[in-house]
């Protein structure tokens, strides 16, 4: 059974970046689409962006562009979601998600990391 | 990108009654190649990540009681729990895989 797990809890400085990991197990981590979402208290998730590890490709969401950057390193089936010039308004929960392709777009997520808190505070 | 609108914001059911939520794309999420909705229902209860409980509006993933089910088409879907159980409070959430995948705002479901 497919299993993604993520690193631990962050506080970070305005203005610093943030690297969080995801490791994916139990299943074949090149045929997968991993996503990264983040969800603020009280709201919905929000995309990020998405990395197709076989192949290396991504595309960010456009509130992203130019600030996120997405990796994965297939020798350690591990995905790398890297958040620069950190505002408190950054401040959530950070999750991978293992995308279904079920559509040229994309798909839903069938499998989720447990999150990983970041805190933006000076 | 298409905008997600969830109704309502909460709701209090009483236990083996039935809950049903709404949501509403700004665009229509038909696909055509295989004549379905690109739509995706959520459950998250407190303290935990989301879980998928349908995509294609009506596909239930593997596990998922069948009190569950997904109905709807082209920008306006339904989710209905047909029988609430105890374990079904949390938030659920619509998501569009159309595009740009972009999730509702999320209703509360909660015991009367």
């Known amino acids: 059974q497919a299993l993604l797990v993520q690193s631990g809890a962050e506080v970070k400085k305005p203005g610093s970046s943030v690297k969080v990991s995801c490791k994916s197990s139990?299943?074949?981590?090149?045929?997968?689409?991993i996503s990264w979402m983040r969800q603020a208290p009280g709201q919905g998730p929000e995309w990020m962006g998405r990395?197709?590890?076989?192949?290396?490709?991504?595309k960010y969401a456009q509130n992203f562009q130019g600030r996120v950057t997405i990796t994965a390193d297939k020798s350690t089936s591990t995905t790398y979601m890297e958040l620069n010039s950190l505002m408190s308004e950054d401040t959530a929960i950070y999750y991978c998600?293992?995308?279904?392709?079920?559509?040229?777009?994309?798909?839903?997520?069938?499998?989720w990391g447990q999150g990983t808190v970041v805190n933006v505070s000076s | 990108d298409i905008v997600m609108t969830q109704s309502p914001d909460s709701l209090a059911v009483s236990l083996g009654e039935r809950a049903t939520i709404h949501c509403k794309s700004s665009?229509?999420?038909?696909?055509?190649?295989?004549?379905?909705?690109?739509l995706a229902w959520y459950q998250q209860r407190p303290g935990q990540p989301p879980t998928l409980l349908i995509y294609?509006?009506?596909t239930r993933e593997p596990g998922v009681p069948d009190r569950f089910s997904g109905s709807g088409s082209g920008t306006d879907f339904t989710l209905t729990i047909s029988s609430l159980q105890a374990e079904d409070v949390g938030v659920y959430y619509c998501?569009?895989?159309?595009?740009?995948?972009?999730f509702g705002g999320g209703t509360k479901v909660e015991i009367k």
């Open positions: 998600a293992r995308e279904m392709r079920l559509t040229p777009a994309g798909g839903p997520f069938d499998v």
């Open positions: 139990g299943g074949p981590f090149n045929s997968y689409t």
């Open positions: 990395i197709i590890p076989n192949i290396g490709i991504t």
């Open positions: 665009q229509s999420v038909f696909y055509s190649s295989n004549n379905k909705n690109s």
């Open positions: 294609w509006a009506s």
């Open positions: 998501q569009q895989y159309s595009s740009t995948p972009r």
